[in-house]
């Protein structure tokens, strides 16, 4: 037992911490619906920066947490020390291909304009899903390829990048936008029927982790945890829930 999880007798009460949508969605759907004689609890914590829930899993005061993806993991551990380890992956909140000018990828002109999130991680992610696209291609010993790592551009294609919250406001002026799913349901798209192409579930590199750390990832209640999140119904729920692919099972 530590700080972060509390035994009472037969249940251990998990002290996790989440953000908002769909996190603490799908964790309170887990504690409503399947921890029911399971010997866990969650008490869960909706936070909304980026930084709190990783420092609070290394003091002990969180048993674990969920929101990051690998590529925002790696560079957390490595910029503060963290030694974290992930459980399961849960969901993919699928990046996509939009435009407001053209029906499909295929009538995309010669330089056309392409608007990306200007932030590293996610400029990476869209280009290679340009590349997924056939679009552009990549220097494969690129890591995290940004526009200068384009080694082959049939369309001339050219690239504008944006504060990820600037995206959206380019789909009435460039020819194709590469969305977050966040930014296209705040602008009122829908993934499964929108997107010119979308990123698929479950071999992304980009899925939400169940992470703890290092020390407790053999700890029976949090592998119980980590069994539930990826269970039949967890899948069915984020299925029914989220119709339009916004977010999809990783497992």
Request: aromatic share 6%; proline share 5%.
């Amino acid at each position: 037992e530590f700080k972060g999880i509390k035994v009472d007798g037969d249940t251990a009460t998990i002290t996790i911490c989440a953000t908002p949508k769909p996190h603490v969605e799908i964790l309170k759907w887990v504690q409503d619906n399947l921890t029911k004689g399971s010997g866990i609890k969650l008490d869960i914590k909706e936070i909304n920066d980026y930084q709190t829930p990783n420092s609070s899993l290394e003091d002990g005061s969180l048993a674990a947490n969920f929101y990051q993806t690998p590529n925002f993991l790696e560079l957390q551990e490595k910029e503060k020390g963290y030694k974290f380890e992930s459980l399961t992956k849960v969901h993919v909140e699928p990046m996509g291909l939009y435009s407001n000018k053209h029906k499909k990828l295929a009538d995309l002109p010669s330089g056309a304009k392409v608007v990306l999130n200007s932030d590293p991680a996610n400029t990476a992610r869209g280009l290679k899903l340009l590349q997924t696209a056939k679009l552009i291609t990549l220097d494969p010993k690129v890591d995290l390829p940004t526009d200068t790592d384009v080694t082959s551009n049939p369309k001339n294609l050219k690239f504008t990048l944006v504060e990820g919250a600037q995206t959206a406001r380019n789909l009435d002026d460039a020819d194709l936008v590469v969305l977050n799913g966040n930014y296209a349901l705040a602008a009122k798209k829908n993934p499964a029927k929108d997107a010119l192409l979308l990123e698929s579930g479950t071999n992304s590199p980009y899925a939400n982790l169940l992470v703890v750390r290092e020390e407790d990832k053999d700890n029976e209640q949090l592998k119980k945890l980590a069994k539930l999140l990826n269970s039949a119904e967890v899948k069915k729920f984020i299925q029914e829930k989220w119709t339009d692919s916004s977010v999809i099972p990783a497992f």
